[in-house]
């Protein structure tokens, strides 16, 4: 439900309904436009007292929202939402270019990648110190010595990073060190994971599961701003279909319609999805084409020797190429790079 407040409606006004939506049981959710301010309300829809909200001083209407999801859908918030970092803005009308190697493995391997991709316009360096992987004999990432390795290459180049945080109680040295938590797609189901990053000040980047529905996916992504966090970013990175040309099936009509259920930005992972280094810039054009927010791309000065992912990452003279490609694009569209 939405209370939406009068355009002359004062802070005081505004704070006297959220006193009277918490005083009812529930939780209020003050969001600011650029017209009005309107206020969601979340909790058990059985416990409003309409007659007494629209009673208040400011109020103009309340609304019904009729998806599942709320704080995350653009009835309660029509405008789209902007998440400020200190060197980009994710979601505005700049592309965001994210890229790194699927996992940190040494610093000379970071710190040359970190280098190579700034070099070329990417904007956020990413690594995986804590690698959620298919099997436990497989290569599980450096741990918070990769952590210190992605700082350090923050440290040289300005870059921010992003890796991933893979259950709650990793959550707390994750953030100690990345700018952006990652949730990969194995645990966009994880509840207990999705609550704790919404108690966190950073910004999340949260990939679609694998067979996930768009609902789903917006599901979890509520998870986390319900516990107080806004700044979610989410990740189309490929679903599961009959196809195995490529890893996944990129599903590039999420894009749009994402684009027409959510205020968040969304942004395409074509390495993951396609899981083949070839596939990687086509799709990546594409993504952008279908009004992706920006990308995540898997690079590494050496595939043939990476522990993870090597077949999908490109080289860094391979991600030079993609990026004068999606410049292209991006100036077609009427974006920035
Ligand atoms: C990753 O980005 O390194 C990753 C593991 O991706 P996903 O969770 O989408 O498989
Ligand atoms: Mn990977």
């Given at each position: 439900m939405l209370v939406v407040m009068r355009k002359d409606a004062n802070q005081k006004e505004i704070e006297i309904v959220c006193k009277e939506i918490k005083e009812m049981g529930l939780a209020a959710h003050p969001i600011p436009g650029a017209q009005r301010t309107a206020i969601g309300i979340t909790g058990?829809?059985?416990?409003?007292?309409e007659d007494k909200i629209m009673l208040l001083p400011g109020v103009k209407e309340i609304i019904h929202v009729t998806q599942p999801y709320k704080l995350v859908g653009r009835e309660f918030k029509p405008d789209d939402t902007v998440i400020e970092t200190s060197n980009v803005k994710i979601g505005g009308k700049k592309i965001v270019i994210i890229a790194g190697p699927c996992a940190v493995e040494s610093r000379e391997q970071i710190i040359e990648t970190a280098f190579a991709v700034k070099e070329a316009g990417a904007h956020i360096l990413r690594g995986g110190a804590f690698k959620p992987r298919t099997?436990?004999?497989d290569f599980q990432g450096m741990g918070e010595e990769g952590l210190e390795l992605l700082a350090e290459a923050r440290e040289k180049t300005g870059l921010l990073i992003v890796t991933e945080t893979i259950d709650p109680d990793n959550v707390e040295i994750v953030e100690k060190y990345a700018d952006i938590l990652q949730i990969g797609a194995r645990n966009m189901h994880s509840f207990s994971l999705l609550r704790r990053v919404g108690r966190s000040k950073r910004p999340v980047l949260l990939k679609r599961g694998l067979a996930a529905t768009i609902k789903e996916f917006l599901m979890a992504a509520e998870y986390i701003m319900s516990e107080g966090n806004p700044n979610i970013i989410l990740c189309e990175r490929g679903v599961r279909t009959?196809?195995?040309?490529?890893?996944?099936?990129?599903?590039?009509?999420?894009i749009p319609v994402i684009k027409e259920l959510t205020h968040l930005p969304i942004i395409a992972d074509p390495s993951h999805a396609t899981g083949k280094w070839q596939n990687v810039t086509s799709m990546a054009r594409a993504s952008i084409a279908a009004g992706a927010d920006g990308v995540m791309i898997e690079v590494h000065p050496h595939p043939e020797f990476a522990l993870s992912d090597g077949s999908q990452s490109l080289t860094p003279e391979n991600f030079n190429k993609l990026i004068k490609e999606m410049k292209i694009i991006t100036e077609a569209i009427g974006k920035e790079m």
């Open positions: 058990n829809k059985n416990m409003v007292r099997s436990p004999y009959f196809g195995d040309h490529t890893r996944f099936t990129l599903d590039l009509s999420a």
